[in-house]
């Protein structure tokens, strides 16, 4: 992720900016499609990066209350641009309460052929007092009496497709769509962005897919958000299509690209 936008700016794997019409969608229901295709941002050089202990993170499936619900606020912070602060506070608990109820939803497994699994990274409090204060309220989990910031997130979704999406093609065969999974609600938090989080959290999520029975993992990316794309090859997704202009058009987005990515039986992990 190390492509420059900007001087002076760099891009994001989570997004706030270029969303004005994809937020309108997302708003209409829970953040579950807001994918990495639609995601990019650039984050100016004002914002302060931190540098983490990546030894201390933790990269695991999110089952607690506590935890979906921090994992709801970082999701709200990273996917919507607040351009005003009127009546902000309010907004963000109103989007992260329809976040928290959707994806405990999908986690439950109660839709058919459609299993959802959340993967977060996390920090222990005691190594985030260089962290923004407005960061460690709003994310903070208490996992077994230890308190822990939710530093990133993703999705993996074992389904058919994505409403709206273009559809992966492998595998191939009766019962290949049990097999496909795809990637979603990738976002990591600024101030931690290119520490590695975001490649961590993805091969964390083969081996969750893995364990799913998914032998072909997919995700969507805008055409031009290159970051995003640099960061997947380099995880091992490479291009099987692309969405047709005319679609892309009528949803009045950024035109996707479907990247692959086919499962090994082994990892060093």
């Not at 492509?3 to 706030?16: A, D, K, M, R, T």
């Not at 209409?28 to 990019?40: D, E, F, I, P």
Request: net charge neutral; hydrophobic share 35%; glycine share 6%.
């Amino acid at each position: 992720m190390a492509v420059l936008i900007l001087p002076h700016c760099f891009p994001l794997q989570s997004v706030n900016g270029r969303r004005n019409s994809h937020r309108k969608r997302c708003n209409s229901g829970s953040l579950r499609w807001c994918t990495v295709a639609s995601q990019q941002q650039e984050l100016c050089s004002e914002v302060e990066r931190i540098r983490i202990d990546k030894s201390a993170l933790k990269i695991e499936e999110a089952c607690s209350d506590d935890e979906l619900w921090a994992t709801s606020l970082l999701r709200v912070r990273s996917f919507y641009d607040f351009k005003s602060s009127f009546g902000i506070e309010d907004h963000k608990k109103y989007l992260a309460e329809r976040e928290f109820e959707a994806l405990k939803e999908r986690l439950s497994g109660t839709k058919e052929g459609e299993k959802v699994a959340c993967i977060n990274a996390t920090l222990p409090l005691s190594q985030t007092s260089s962290f923004p204060e407005e960061l460690c309220s709003s994310c903070k989990f208490s996992d077994n009496g230890e308190g822990r910031i939710v530093v990133g997130s993703l999705d993996v979704n074992q389904c058919m497709s994505l409403p709206n999406e273009i559809t992966g093609m492998k595998p191939k065969g009766i019962g290949g769509d049990f097999a496909r999974a795809y990637l979603s609600n990738v976002c990591v938090a600024k101030e931690c962005q290119r520490n590695g989080i975001a490649f961590i959290l993805i091969e964390k999520s083969k081996l969750v897919a893995k364990d799913l029975g998914i032998s072909d993992l997919y995700v969507h990316v805008a055409v031009d958000n290159e970051a995003a794309k640099n960061l997947y090859m380099k995880c091992g997704f490479v291009y099987e299509s692309e969405e047709p202009a005319w679609q892309a058009r009528f949803l009045d987005r950024p035109r996707r690209l479907l990247l692959w990515s086919g499962l090994p039986h082994t990892y060093d992990w």
